[in-house]
């Protein structure tokens, strides 16, 4: 069974400085997807990574992939106030024994980011 | 406009009744799927549908059904509602043809059972 853990769940953190989020899952997956949701709002699409070593980047956040490790990363790099919202990790499940169909969620992590 | 809209957008309803949330979306997408996120938790998957004729159970589609009535529209039916189906419900739209098949979320209905 696909599970799929981020870390930490909270996290606060003051402007300027930098830190990663973590995203672990179970098994072999073909594309991992970061989201952000901001309070009350839907979710919004960050980034898609699709292959081993796979790095992208947009402003202040940067991911990558390590599908060996089964492990993606999220980095903040000097923080500002409007990166403060929760991030999703989701690991594609696709079962090829019952052609069913899975995106997995991580619980999320709740970002503040203080002045 | 937004590409995905969702109605109602909150609704009250008691325990028992019947309620339908609708999905319609503009993108032109083929597929469609339905979500519900509880506070502290990740989304889940309650039903996805891969074109009109296609419907299939998602992680925890008991208690929940689904209609695809076109291409652009997608209801979820809570038919006899419990309390524990309290959440908020996310539809989202995916292209076929998009090697990364990014889903595109809808703004969310908040439903309280009482």
């Known amino acids: 069974e696909l599970k799929v853990e981020q870390n930490p769940l909270f996290l606060s953190m003051q402007e300027g400085k930098n830190y990663t989020i973590y995203c672990n899952y179970s098994?072999?997956?073909?594309?991992l997807y970061w989201y952000r949701q901001d309070p009350g709002k839907s979710l919004e699409s960050l980034f898609v990574?699709?292959?081993?070593?796979a790095v992208k980047q947009e402003g202040r956040l940067m991911a990558s992939l390590d599908t060996k490790a089964r492990l993606s990363t999220l980095h903040i790099t000097a923080a500002v106030h409007d990166l403060s919202a929760t991030y999703f990790c989701?690991?594609?499940?696709?079962?090829?024994?019952?052609?069913?169909?899975?995106?997995?969620f991580g619980s999320g992590t709740r970002l503040l980011v203080r002045p | 406009d937004a590409d995905v809209t969702q109605t109602p957008r909150n609704r009250i309803t008691k325990t028992g009744k019947r309620i339908m949330l609708e999905c319609s979306q503009t993108?032109?997408?083929?597929?469609m799927y339905w979500y519900r996120q509880d506070p502290g938790l990740g989304l889940r998957l309650i039903y996805y549908?891969?074109?009109?004729?296609?419907?299939n159970k998602g992680e925890i589609s008991d208690g929940y059904s689904v209609s695809r009535q076109a291409q652009a529209k997608f209801s979820l039916s809570l038919e006899s509602a419990i309390p524990n189906q309290t959440a908020l419900y996310f539809c989202?739209?995916?292209?076929?043809?998009?090697?990364?098949?990014?889903?595109?979320f809808g703004p969310g209905t908040r439903l309280l059972v009482l």
């Open positions: 989202a739209t995916s292209d076929l043809n998009d090697s990364q098949e990014t889903q595109y």
């Open positions: 098994t072999t997956s073909d594309r």
């Open positions: 990574l699709l292959s081993n070593g």
């Open positions: 989701a690991v594609d499940g696709d079962s090829w024994v019952d052609s069913s169909y899975k995106l997995i």
């Open positions: 993108k032109g997408h083929d597929r």
């Open positions: 549908s891969f074109d009109v004729k296609d419907i």
